[in-house]
């Protein structure tokens, strides 16, 4: 197992809501679409620290687009998930179900 | 009806701290769509605390050779300017009274009070040297700064612990805090500096 990439809970979010977003995918959408989920504000520098951890492991790649006024004149920054992201979100989905199969369930732990 | 500029300290802080474009514009354009000032600042001092607290974890020896080198900057500045390489040494006013009772003569207090600046000299220098070398980010300037307060723990405990004991030791622990917060000030004072002077080189 030495040397593989792991994907933290944050990690594994971000590439779920990419999945969702397709194309339209930079800082705000992303964050919002984490919001949603969980109920509770994230710090969009927060988001943008997983993705440069996801784009260090190949999971992500990302361009800039072109500057616009409403956000002062400054760019966004699109992400897009890679065949090695996908590939990894499957896996940990597949490795989360095993390990949910095994839970016994009815306890407070799993209600 | 609000104001479309977000607080412009704010900005100015993640631009020089930060300087993630993308970042600044989300954060731009989610005030714009309604959030407020509070929110703004939240984001911008979050944004500062965990891209410098990434970038430490991604350059763990670079963070190690900011901290050491900014000790031997201020080593070497502090024995330049001072004579002494005491650049934490909480009693360099008491120090030059005593190397030089001519030019620093009057109560403790006073000229303790009025060079309580002197900090400055020796810090400043290291917070520009580190935040120079360390391009194109502010975390390793960061982690300098920061190194101060936490090298400066031990005497400021003996200082707190004496000060517990007798009241009349608690002008010299609140001294030794505002020494500290005059320091780490310098620190970042210094850093920026030199963050402002690598912008203008590379955009010459």
Excluded at chain 1, 18 to 39: K, S
């Amino acid at each position: 197992m030495r040397g593989r990439t792991y994907l933290g809970e944050f990690e594994f979010m971000i590439l779920l809501v990419l999945l969702r977003l397709g194309e339209n995918a930079y800082g705000v959408p992303i964050a919002r679409g984490i919001e949603d989920a969980i109920g509770r504000e994230v710090a969009i520098g927060s988001v943008y620290a997983a993705l440069e951890r996801l784009e260090r492991k190949g999971f992500v790649t990302s361009s800039v687009g072109d500057p616009t006024p409403e956000r002062g004149g400054r760019a966004k920054r699109y992400f897009y998930i890679t065949k090695a992201g996908a590939l990894r979100v499957r896996r940990t989905k597949k490795a989360l179900i095993a390990l949910w199969r095994g839970v016994p369930q009815g306890g407070e732990a799993v209600s | 009806m609000k104001n479309p500029v977000p607080p412009v300290v704010a900005t100015w802080l993640l631009k020089h701290f930060v300087d993630n474009e993308a970042l600044a514009g989300d954060l731009v354009e989610e005030y714009r769509s309604g959030r407020s000032a509070l929110w703004y600042w939240k984001q911008v001092l979050s944004g500062i605390v965990v891209t410098t607290a990434s970038q430490l974890r991604t350059h763990k020896v670079l963070a190690v050779r900011a901290i050491l080198l900014g000790w031997a900057v201020s080593y070497v500045t502090a024995h330049l300017i001072f004579g002494f390489p005491a650049p934490f040494d909480y009693y360099i006013p008491w120090n030059l009274g005593r190397f030089l009772p001519h030019l620093f003569s009057g109560s403790f207090w006073n000229f303790s009070y009025f060079y309580m600046f002197l900090p400055s000299l020796v810090f400043m220098p290291s917070g520009w040297v580190v935040a120079r070398l360390h391009r194109p980010n502010m975390a390793m300037a960061l982690a300098w700064a920061a190194s101060v307060p936490i090298f400066a723990l031990p005497e400021l405990y003996r200082l707190a612990d004496d000060a517990s004991t007798n009241s009349r030791f608690l002008p010299y622990l609140y001294r030794a805090v505002i020494y500290v917060g005059v320091e780490v000030a310098s620190t970042l004072v210094g850093s920026l500096l030199g963050a402002s002077r690598i912008g203008r080189l590379s955009e010459s």
